[in-house]
């Protein structure tokens, strides 16, 4: 009989950490949080000054050259990325293979995931070039793909790129474009969506990222590695959570009904959670979440939404929480997607789009987190080990004798 126990004291010795609260996967310089004091920088830039000042071409540059571009840089490196914004005409095909009802987050894991079909020439790993071509591709076709998911789930006809329109403006022409109108970008709208971009480009070692970094640990196609990520974002708890703390605004619909949903919350017999309070890392107010805020009251001020009834309940419902025992307790604040809902809402966009938003903001930190970790030197195949518990060793017992 083999003693489990022993057996585990002969191997060296491993931590055993569910949910990696306290393991680090890897070293990064990309970005650095600091979750007792709700602090976020990317390259040590703090995010309030990049969604303040910069935009999402900047920020895209920043993660994955570690330096803010120069304007002669920013202007070759928008140039580079939107020469990769067409997708194959045969990747139009993917998408009627889909029932029309289909989330379209189950769309994007597909189509992205499709791409490794298609580029065979980005996916020598170990060529720097290549590898930031798969990785401009990657940025600069997720809008399109996004818009393409997006319009077969309305049943309207894709609408192509337009290159002489920056990244977010580019984005809302393609989602909003109807067959007899084209779509006029309000630039406080562009600059809104230009900046909940920014808020979502990376977060250091999170579910998702954490997935592209493991499924590209072992060399895996580039374009494979970010579907698994997509496939990740999408539960609940990660970046389905903006979709999800939408639907629990309207299910309260009013405030009056606040502390039946506070209550159900604190329950440890239900399951319900405040979707968009909380977070593994925050245990202060996640900074994102301000900056996200603000955004939102441009967004209802600029789309004649102000009374949007849902900000009042979500306002209410933050003040409720953040003065009740359990949330103070627990550290529970709001998240950044807490406010994203209602703003992507007011932009126009249903439910089901929220977290493929997300995907395509989070995509350049994906991107630059698979590249920093394949120049890691320190870079082996992601492969944690277990704690067996379970029987030892024993005989087989033939089917007639069990
Ligand atoms: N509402 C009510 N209680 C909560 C909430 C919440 N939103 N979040 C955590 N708690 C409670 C848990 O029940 C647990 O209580 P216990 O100690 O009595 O068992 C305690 O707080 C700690 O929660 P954990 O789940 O252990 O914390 P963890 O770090 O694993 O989870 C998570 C973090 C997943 C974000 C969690 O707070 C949650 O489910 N929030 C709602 C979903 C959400 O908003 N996700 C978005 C995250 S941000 C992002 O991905 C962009």
Request: aromatic content about 10%; hydrophobic content about 40%.
């Amino acid at each position: 009989v083999v003693d489990i126990g022993s057996l585990y004291k002969r191997t060296k010795m491993f931590t055993y950490d569910p949910g990696f609260t306290s393991t680090a996967s890897c070293e990064s310089k990309i970005t650095y949080i600091d979750g007792d004091r709700g602090v976020l920088l990317h390259r040590g830039y703090p995010i309030e000054q990049l969604a303040e000042h910069g935009d999402f071409t900047e920020v895209c540059y920043l993660l994955l050259y570690g330096e803010l571009p120069k304007p002669p840089q920013k202007e070759e490196f928008a140039h580079r990325v939107t020469q990769h914004t067409m997708v194959h005409e045969q990747m139009t095909k993917f998408f009627s293979g889909y029932r029309r009802d289909a989330h379209p987050m189950a769309v994007m894991v597909g189509t992205v995931g499709a791409l490794s079909a298609f580029y065979h020439d980005s996916t020598d790993i170990t060529d720097p070039h290549q590898r930031m071509i798969a990785s401009l591709r990657m940025i600069a076709k997720m809008p399109t793909i996004g818009a393409m998911a997006y319009k077969y789930h309305i049943g309207q006809p894709f609408v192509y790129p337009k290159n002489n329109l920056d990244y977010a403006a580019n984005f809302l022409r393609m989602c909003f474009t109807v067959p007899c109108e084209e779509y006029v970008v309000n630039p406080v709208l562009a600059r809104a969506m230009d900046r909940i971009f920014i808020l979502h480009a990376d977060h250091e070692q999170n579910a998702s990222t954490s997935t592209v970094r493991l499924a590209g640990s072992s060399g895996a196609n580039p374009f494979a590695c970010i579907a698994a990520g997509i496939a990740c974002l999408w539960g609940p708890a990660h970046g389905g959570a903006n979709e999800a703390a939408l639907n629990m605004l309207v299910e309260i619909g009013t405030v009056d009904r606040i502390p039946e949903y506070i209550a159900k919350a604190k329950d440890r017999n239900d399951p319900f959670r405040l979707m968009g309070f909380g977070h593994r890392v925050y245990k202060n107010y996640d900074p994102r979440a301000k900056i996200m805020q603000k955004t939102m009251y441009e967004v209802l001020e600029a789309t004649g939404h102000t009374s949007d009834p849902l900000m009042k309940v979500a306002l209410e419902l933050e003040k409720v929480a953040l003065s009740d025992e359990y949330f103070i307790e627990k550290k529970l604040y709001p998240n950044v997607d807490f406010y994203s809902g209602i703003t992507l809402r007011a932009l126009g966009f249903p439910t089901t789009m929220f977290t493929v938003l997300f995907a395509l903001a989070r995509t350049v930190g994906w991107v630059a987190q698979w590249n920093e970790m394949i120049q890691d030197p320190h870079q082996r195949i992601g492969r944690p080990r277990q704690l067996y518990v379970d029987a030892p060793l024993r005989d087989y017992v033939p089917i007639s004798n069990r």
